[in-house]
């Protein structure tokens, strides 16, 4: 879920805007799975119960195997705390420095989150079906090439694409988060996905990471598309006046 971080300007020397409620939305998308991922790679460095009893918040495999951890939630943690403050057009224009290097920084988790994911996926959860690792495939696929038209256009100084490139790019990586809040939602209203709709629960384990990734991209590009209306509209308003 992605609103636009830039609305159109329609009068001259307008300041622009802090966008507070677009940056608390994604604090909020990311906080989701960076938080819990701050716990975890927290209680992975304190290491498994003394008593060797089975630990009531981390799996027991994330101690025997925490590379994979150690990475993915770290990028995850660092993906928190940089990508929503980029989508603040107040805080880009009077900390430019800051907004280059946390824009740095968002890209190169956002890498690492991709590449990382599939490995998570082997290691932790080998046996899931075909459908949910070609979904999980797809998605880091989708990142990367996201990110990587971002950056390639903020190297060419094309700030407009970069800027779009770059929500599409966050709508791609909070496709997961969209999905299990929904779940979560469904689930409190009707008690099992299966009572709202037979057959959901599968369908939403092998598809879910492709489900919230559509209605992210779905909901960026409705937000694009009114953006380029209006300023269509602004224009032709001009060249009458």
Not at 108 to 113: A, D, F, Q
Not at 120 to 149: C, E, T
Not at 163 to 184: D, Y
Not at 192 to 213: I, Q, V, W
């Amino acid at each position: 879920m992605i609103l636009s971080s830039s609305p159109v300007v329609t009068k001259c020397n307008s300041k622009p805007k802090t966008n507070w409620p677009i940056v608390a939305l994604l604090l909020f998308l990311a906080a989701v799975p960076g938080i819990p991922a701050i716990l975890i790679l927290a209680s992975v460095a304190m290491g498994p119960p003394a008593d060797g009893s089975a630990h009531s918040f981390v799996n027991m495999l994330h101690f025997t195997t925490p590379m994979p951890v150690i990475v993915h939630g770290g990028a995850g943690i660092l993906f928190f705390l940089t990508m929503p403050f980029q989508f603040s057009a107040a805080l880009r224009m009077k900390y430019k420095a800051w907004h280059r290097f946390a824009g740095g920084l968002t890209i190169l988790s956002g890498y690492v989150i991709a590449c990382s994911a599939p490995w998570m996926h082997q290691v932790f959860s080998p046996d899931s079906s075909l459908q949910r690792f070609s979904g999980l495939l797809i998605m880091s696929a989708s990142m990367i090439i996201a990110f990587s038209l971002a950056l390639s256009f903020v190297r060419g100084r094309n700030i407009e694409q970069h800027r779009v490139w770059m929500m599409r790019a966050v709508a791609i990586t909070l496709g997961p988060i969209t999905s299990a809040l929904l779940t979560i939602l469904i689930s409190t209203i009707y008690g099992n996905l299966d009572n709202f709709y037979p057959g959901l629960t599968h369908l939403e384990f092998d598809y879910s990471r492709l489900f919230g990734m559509g209605m992210n991209l779905a909901i960026v590009e409705y937000v694009l598309f009114k953006e380029r209306s209006v300023k269509a509209r602004v224009e032709s308003q001009i060249g009458i006046n």
